[in-house]
C-alpha cells in the first residue's frame, strides 16, 4: 500500500513565494536598467567621444643668438614671467660698436663725396658757358677780319691764325662739356640721399647697426622662462639654444584618439576637460580645431612596417586639437605636458575634417624697433653731412649747353 503524501510545511510555503518575489523583483530591476541604459545611450551617449589619452600642449621658443659674442648678462631665470620685448641676455657690444663707427664714417664720408659730385655740376656749367664766350669772341674775331681781308688791310696768315682759335676754342666748349655730362650721368636723376654710393654705405650702416643690436636678446612673446642653459661668461655663436619661453596663456591640448571614434568627430564640435591637476571639480571647455595629417606611430622615429608581412594590428590613435576657453585658462594656469579627461559631443557632425581647419599665424614685432633705429641713424648722418638741403639737393636736368655756330670762312 502506497503511502499518501503529506502537504508542505506552511514555513517551507513561506520562503518559496518569498524567493519567487525576489527573483521576479531583480528581473524587474534588470530590466528597468536595460532600458535606462538603452535611453541613455541612444539619447545621450552614443554623442560622445572621450578619452583620457590626452595631454596639454604649446608653444616654446627657443631663445638664440644672431651674432657671436660672449655674455656679460642674464636677466632672466627659470620659472620666471617675462614680458615680450624684455632682454633676456646681453651680449658684449664692443667689437659690433667699433664696425657701426666705421660703417657711420665711411658713410659720412661718402655722403660728403656725392654732395662734391653735385657742386662740380654747377662748376663743369661755368667752365662751358666760359669756353662758350671764349668762342663767341674767337668767332667774332675772324669775322672781322674776313671783312676786312679783300682790302689787303689783313694778311692771309692772321686770317689762319684767327681760323685756329676759332678751332681750338671749339675744342675747349666740347671738352668742357664733356666733363659736364660726365659728371651728370654721375648724379643725374637722383639726390644725395638716393645715390648708389650712398645707398650702399647706408646698407652697411644698417648692416652693421642690426649686428650691434642683435647683442641683446629680447623675450619675443610674454611667458615662462624655461630650459636656461646659458652662463655669464660663456662664449655663443648663431644659433645655440640659450633658454626657452612658454607662453601659458596659449595652450591647448592634443587627445589621442582611437581610429573607431573618429567617424563623426568634426571641426568646431563642443568639448569637456578635466585636469588630473586640478580634478573633476574644475571643467574646461573648448572644441575641436584640427585633426593630425597621420597617426603617432606614423611620425615616430622608427615607423612600423607593416608591409614586411610581419605584424599585429594595433589600434591606432589620432591627434586631435582642442582649443581651451582662455578665462578658464587665467582661472586655473595649466603646464605643458599636464594630463587631461576629454569628452566631445559629436552630435553636430556638420563641420568639416581636414581641408577647413582655420590657420594659425605666429608673430613678434620686437625686433621691428631696429630696423627704425636704423633708419633714423642713417638718415641723421646724411642730413649732418649733406648741406643745407639735407641730401635733397638733385641734380639738373638740362642737357649740355650747345656750342655757338661756327664761322663760315
Given at each position: ?23 521576479t ?8 536598467a536595460?532600458?535606462?541604459?538603452g ?15 590626452a595631454?596639454?600642449?604649446g ?10 659674442g660672449t ?12 614680458k ?12 659690433a660698436?667699433?664696425?657701426l ?7 659720412a664720408?661718402t ?14 656749367q ?6 662758350q664766350?671764349?668762342?663767341s ?17 689783313v694778311?692771309q696768315?692772321?686770317?689762319s ?5 676759332v678751332?681750338?676754342?671749339?675744342a675747349?666748349v ?14 643725374a ?16 650702416v ?13 623675450a619675443p612673446?610674454?611667458?615662462?622662462v ?17 633658454m ?6 596659449d ?9 573607431v ?7 568646431g564640435?563642443?568639448?569637456?576637460l578635466?585636469?588630473?591637476?586640478y ?8 572644441k575641436?580645431?584640427?585633426f593630425?595629417a597621420?597617426?603617432?606611430?606614423a ?7 607593416n608591409a ?10 589620432l ?11 587665467d ?9 587631461m579627461q576629454a ?11 581636414l ?30 653731412n ?12 638740362a ?6 655756330p661756327?664761322?663760315?670762312?
Open positions: 500500500m502506497s503511502t499518501p503524501q503529506q502537504p508542505a510545511p506552511p514555513a517551507q510555503s513561506a520562503n518559496n513565494g518569498k524567493r519567487k518575489r525576489m527573483m523583483l531583480l528581473v524587474i530591476v534588470i530590466l528597468i536595460a532600458v535606462a541604459y535611453l541613455y545611450y541612444f539619447l545621450v551617449a552614443r554623442f560622445h567621444e572621450d578619452t583620457d589619452d595631454y596639454v600642449s608653444n616654446v621658443v627657443q631663445i638664440t643668438p644672431q651674432v657671436t655674455v656679460i648678462a642674464v636677466n632672466a631665470d627659470d620659472t620666471q614671467v617675462v615680450a620685448g624684455d632682454p633676456l641676455v646681453v651680449l658684449d657690444p664692443a667689437d660698436r667699433v664696425a663707427e666705421q660703417a657711420e664714417a665711411n658713410l664720408q655722403v660728403r663725396q656725392v654732395r662734391g659730385l653735385f657742386a662740380d655740376d654747377n662748376q663743369y661755368a667752365q662751358v658757358a666760359l669756353r664766350a671764349d668762342l669772341r674767337a668767332q667774332d674775331d675772324l669775322k672781322r677780319r674776313l671783312t676786312v681781308a679783300q682790302t689787303g688791310a694778311s696768315e692772321e686770317i691764325h684767327a681760323r685756329d682759335a678751332k681750338s676754342a671749339q675747349a666740347d671738352a668742357a662739356q664733356q666733363q659736364l655730362a660726365s659728371n651728370r650721368a654721375l648724379t636723376n637722383t639726390t644725395i640721399a638716393d645715390h648708389p654710393n650712398v645707398k650702399a654705405a647706408a646698407a652697411k644698417r648692416d652693421a647697426y642690426l649686428n650691434h643690436a642683435r647683442n641683446v636678446l629680447p612673446v610674454t611667458g615662462y624655461a630650459k636656461r642653459s646659458v652662463q655669464v661668461g660663456q662664449r655663443v655663436s648663431p644659433g645655440t639654444p640659450l626657452a619661453i612658454v607662453p601659458l596663456h595652450v591647448w591640448v592634443d587627445a589621442n584618439f582611437k581610429e571614434q573618429l567617424k563623426h568627430m568634426h571641426i564640435q563642443p568639448v569637456e578635466t585636469a588630473d591637476v580634478g573633476s571639480s574644475v571643467p574646461y571647455h573648448g575641436v580645431v584640427g593630425s597621420g597617426t603617432g606611430s611620425f615616430s622615429l622608427l615607423p612600423a612596417q614586411t608581412g610581419n605584424w599585429i594590428k594595433v589600434v591606432q590613435r591627434p586631435v586639437r582642442i582649443a581651451l576657453d582662455p578665462q578658464e585658462l582661472k586655473h594656469p595649466l603646464r605643458i605636458g599636464l594630463s569628452d566631445v559631443n559629436i552630435k553636430d557632425d556638420s563641420g568639416a575634417q581641408g577647413q581647419a582655420p590657420n594659425t599665424a605666429y608673430q613678434t614685432n620686437v625686433f621691428d624697433k631696429y630696423g627704425d633705429e636704423a633708419d633714423a641713424e642713417i638718415a641723421r648722418i646724411i642730413a649732418e649733406a648741406g643745407p638741403n639735407g641730401g635733397a639737393q638733385k641734380s639738373t636736368q642737357g649740355p649747353a650747345k656750342a655757338a661756327a664761322a663760315k670762312s
